[in-house]
């Protein structure tokens, strides 16, 4: 079955960083882009990064730039997003998704985050 | 990196058909054909439902459908069924290698 699992969410305060990983189990992990994206509470979807299959390309939203990071590592099938200066409108549930050259077809359940003093 | 424009609600009986807009500009949703429609039901992670404009992945029912006319994607959901009532988030590729949603549009089957 093919899985994405998110973990490493939590309470930060502003200005502090955490680190957010997705394990992947079912697929050829190095075949794909792999994405984040995030949703606010009450509020819409919104794409975060994404990396190419060996890392070579690695894209943001503006809002990150700077201050997220994305990386993968093949090896352990596994995706991650190290998150610094977050700010409260980081505040989110982060989804972790196969995809990020064509469609997002595989989400994980999410981890949330939260920026709050 | 604005975000797509979609129409905050739309609603139908059982049975009927309904379709939800999401437009864009010349530098997304009129450049490219990777459009993609997304199922949100509350507290819930999304699931693809159409790609590539009018595809649908393996097991989604061909009561879904989509389209495209210059900047404007559609999704149409045909002989509407209660487990159809669920947020509605079109996605699109972007100039610069990034990807933009739309807000997102709640479906209520009355």
Partial sequence: ?117 | QSALTQPASVSGPPGQSITISCTGTSSDVGSYNSVSWYQQHPGKAPKLMIYDVNNRPSGISNRFSGSKSGNTASLTISGLQAEDEADYYCSSYSSSSTWVFGGGTKLTVL
């Avoid at chain 1, 809002?63 to 700010?87: C, E, H, P, W």
């Avoid at chain 1, 989804?95 to 999410?110: D, E, H, I, P, T």
């Fill in chain 1, 1 to 117: 079955e093919v899985q994405l699992e998110e973990s490493g969410g939590g309470l930060v305060q502003p200005g502090g960083s955490l680190r957010l990983s997705c394990a992947a189990s079912g697929f050829t992990f190095s075949t794909y882009w792999m994405s984040w994206v995030r949703q606010a509470p009450g509020k819409g979807l919104e794409w975060v990064a994404n990396i190419k299959q060996d890392g070579s390309e690695r894209y943001y939203v503006d809002s990150v730039k700077g201050r997220f990071t994305i990386s993968r590592d093949n090896a352990k099938n596994s995706l991650y997003l190290q998150m610094n200066s977050l700010r409260a409108e980081d505040t989110a549930v982060y989804y972790c998704a196969r995809g990020g050259s064509s469609r997002f077809g595989v989400w994980g359940q999410g981890t949330t985050v939260t920026v709050s003093s």
